[in-house]
C-alpha cells in the first residue's frame, strides 16, 4: 500500500502508471468543467464518471462517506442562501410561501445549478488527493517549471490539508473510544457535535505549522538571500518519464475541454433550456 494524502492506495492500481503532471492536469482541467455546463444531469454525470475512476483506480470508497455530511449541509446552506435569504423578487414564479416568505422556482432552479457544480469539483479534488502523494505535487509542478518556493509551497499546502483530516480521525476515534456514537443520530444532532472539533483541530493545526517551521530552519531551507538563487537540480524528475500513453490522456482532456467550449457556446449545449431535469423539476414544483 501507498500512502496517498487522503489514504492509502495499493502499489498494483493503474494510476501509479500515469505521470504525476498527467494527474494535476486532470485536476486543474476537469474542475473547470462543471462551470460551463448548467444543467445539472451534466454534472451528476461528470460526478459518477469521476467515482468510476476512483473504483478502477482502487481507492477505497469508504473515504467518500467523509463528505456527505459536508456535501448535504452545504447543500443545504446554498438552498437557504438562495431561497429564504435572497429577498423579494416580484419578477420571479412564487412556488409557495413559507411563514409568509416567497419561495421562487428561479431561485430553487439556481440553487440546484450551483450546487451540481460544487459536487463535481469536490469529487475531483478528492480524487486527486487519494492517489497523490506529495512527491506527485513536486514532480508535476517541477514538470512544468514552476520556481521552487511555489512549488514547495503549494505542496506544503496540499499536505496540510491531508495532515487535517488526519487529525480529524485521530479526534473522532478519541471520542468514540470515550464513547461517543452518532450512529441512528439525526443530521443536526452530527452538525453539531462536529462542530465542537473545530478546537482541537485548530489546535493541533497551529502545532502542525510550529513543526513545519521549524522543520524549515533546522534544514536551512531559505526563500530569500543568497540559498533562494542557487539552481537545485530536480534530482526527482529523474524517476518519471513521460511515456505515450501520458501524451493520449493529455491530449484526451484537452480535446474533451476544447469540445465542451465549442459544444457550450458555439451550439448552445449543456444550458438550462435543454436541461430535462430542470424540466421535470418545474413539472414537478409549478
Request: no cysteine; proline share 5%.
Amino acid at each position: 500500500m501507498n500512502k496517498t494524502m487522503l489514504g492509502y492506495v495499493p502499489k498494483e492500481s493503474p494510476i501509479y502508471a500515469v505521470h504525476p503532471f498527467v494527474k494535476l492536469y486532470f485536476l486543474l482541467i476537469v474542475s473547470l468543467f462543471p462551470m460551463f455546463v448548467a444543467a445539472p444531469e451534466w454534472n451528476f454525470l461528470l460526478l459518477v464518471i469521476i467515482l468510476g475512476l476512483m473504483v478502477i483506480s482502487r481507492v477505497d470508497i469508504r473515504i467518500v462517506r467523509i463528505y456527505i455530511p459536508v456535501a448535504i449541509s452545504m447543500g443545504s446552506i446554498i438552498l437557504i442562501s438562495y431561497t429564504i435569504l435572497g429577498g423579494r423578487h416580484p419578477e420571479f414564479q412564487v412556488v409557495f410561501n413559507l411563514f409568509g416568505l416567497p419561495i421562487y422556482w428561479e431561485r430553487i432552479r439556481d440553487a440546484l445549478v450551483v450546487y451540481f457544480r460544487i459536487l463535481p469539483m469536490i469529487a475531483t479534488m478528492v480524487f486527486f488527493l487519494s492517489t497523490s502523494r506529495e512527491r506527485d505535487i513536486i514532480v508535476a509542478m517541477r514538470t512544468i517549471r514552476l520556481p521552487f518556493v511555489v512549488t514547495y509551497v503549494f505542496a506544503m499546502a496540499l499536505r496540510a490539508a491531508g495532515m487535517v483530516l488526519e487529525d480529524f480521525q485521530i479526534v473522532r476515534q478519541a471520542e468514540q473510544a470515550r464513547g461517543f456514537d452518532t450512529t441512528g443520530k439525526p443530521l443536526t444532532y452530527k452538525i453539531r457535535k462536529y462542530i465542537m472539533y473545530m478546537i482541537p483541530l485548530f489546535a493541533l493545526s497551529l502545532r502542525r505549522s510550529e513543526e513545519f517551521t521549524n522543520a524549515l530552519v533546522a534544514r536551512g531551507y531559505a526563500f530569500t538571500g543568497e540559498a533562494s538563487r542557487v539552481k537545485r537540480a530536480d534530482y526527482i524528475l529523474t524517476h518519471y518519464t513521460f511515456k505515450p500513453h501520458d501524451f493520449v490522456f493529455t491530449a484526451i482532456i484537452t480535446l474533451a475541454f476544447i469540445a465542451l467550449l465549442v459544444a457550450r457556446y458555439g451550439f448552445n449545449y449543456f444550458g438550462l433550456d435543454d436541461s430535462w431535469f430542470i424540466r421535470w423539476l418545474y413539472s414537478v414544483l409549478v
